[in-house]
């Protein structure tokens, strides 16, 4: 029955098939995907090379195996134009000249329903410039997807719960902020038109899925309640945000709001009251793109948004009241939104890893053990503005290069520690001009580290760095702080839920720290957290539109959350 599943090579299921008993079908998968770790490079390639090229020879005369013909005709590879497959033979050719094996893609797609033509060239074109012991890797990356979803069919198995966390996400990229929307980029800022739509159509999906109430809040925030079975019982915080990075993926944040939706439908639909409410938060900012103020959202349910940030500007120079009042908020409420602890059991978030690792490690899930501190700053260094042609390079005051010298020292300096990161995502000399030395120089800097010690370390560095940068080269920097958030651990509790989850579901366990920051570490300040993580395709790429996850380990999210729920409710 499982002939088939890798292309003309049975040997990888039956060895799997000798660690019998599986749980799962995930569990069967994982260990298919370990038979070929451990084989020899040799016979991953010989896999590698047993498949066929895409829309290729053996699909023209018809000598594709028929799981491939399956496959390829799905994807519409046999409906081409002339240009698209003479564009693809192309491809193929200098993918073939370039790595020496046959380029494998799963044509099927993160939903399984198959990729468009225009996606498929896309990631062919993409693909060809990476290193060969990447490619090599993500070739059999695609071919475990494929087995996976051959494996699906084989056994009329369809991700339905995952399928519509997957749905709700692609539906609601939809919203853009103008000057993105018409690049197809997919871009969601605090409070824009696109905002507000996004908020007013989780809150109807909320409701579809039989939620009890659902408020938007002075915040804007979306959340939504689900009673428990008697009426005084706790709540389950859980949620995640729905604004996103300039031209971001679909998926972060956005999947932390759908799991538990999708959790919550099926109790819903099976009459089921737990003995603890859940109540999901779709929560309104995150990112801190529009305005300074970060996680202002989650801290207004801490009780500490800041009054003084109403007064922040965003780049239009509109206060962040006035956006409030213009979307119909009502800033003076936002003290209310403080929630109890004590009404709470504490808080979960499900999330996208946002890197590679699952993605490396062939893993669904990831068990978060603690979430890195971060600290920023918004920075502007002043020099002077001279001719580029008359000042000798030992006179100039160059704001720049001042900035220049301080980002690689961050660099080299992050490094130093193995595992803190230093980003200078913003960088802008204001006004420039070609044959001007640059006057001045504004830009951001991101500092995080697993705890806060390292951070706080690496944060008195940068600073002492870029006091001694200034003062030999003459130049001035002002440096404002605008985000500090702590590091925070996993309850352990919570931590083992969660594994609790993910082994029932058949999966390795793989606990990992986060590299980003979520609306989890603002809620560790009043109540104990947890976070799930799950795999990103694509390396794990994230902040960015390649930003991919599967409908399969979307499924698998939902499953883990329920059990989460079955465990926590057999507690009481
Ligand atoms: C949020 O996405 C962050 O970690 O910057
Ligand atoms: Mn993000
Ligand atoms: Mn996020």
Known sequence: MLDGLYENSPWITQAALRRRPFTSLAQLKHVMTQVLDTATREAQLALICAHPELAGK????????????HEQSRAGLRDCSPQEFAKIQQLNADYNARFGWPFILAVRGPRGTGLSRQQIIASFERRLGEHPDFEFQECLRNIHRIAEIRLNDKFGVEPTLGNRVWDWQEALSVHSDNGF???????VTYLTPAHRACAAQIGQWMLDCGFDEVVHDAVGNVVARYHASSPDAKYLLTGSHFDTVRNGGKYDGRLGIFVPMAAVRELQRAGRRLPFGIELVAFSEEEGQRYQATFLASSALLGAFRSEWLEQKDADGITL?????????CPNDIPKLRREAAHY?????????QGPVLNELNLPLGIVSSINGSVRYLGEISGMASH????PMDRRRDA???VAELMLYC????????DSVATVGLLEVPGGSINVVPGQCRFSIDLRAPNDAQRDTLVRDVLARQQAICARRGVHASLQETLRVAAAPSASAWQTRWERAVAALGLPLHAMPSGAGHDAMKLHEIMPQAMLFVRGENAGISHNPLESSTSDDMQLAVEA???LLENLASDF
Do not use: P, Y
């Open 400 to 402: 720049a290069c001042a």
């Open 561 to 563: 959350f329920g059990l």
């Open 181 to 187: 929307a018409e690049k197809n980029q997919l871009t």
């Open 388 to 391: 580029a042609g008359t000042t």
């Open 411 to 418: 660099e080299q300096r992050a490094a130093q520690d193995g």
């Open 345 to 353: 059991l504490g808080f979960v978030e499900v999330h996208i890893e």
């Open 321 to 329: 009241r006035e956006a409030m009042q213009q979307a119909g908020l």
């Open 58 to 69: 053996a699909m023209l005369s018809q000598t594709l195996t028929a799981e491939s013909t």
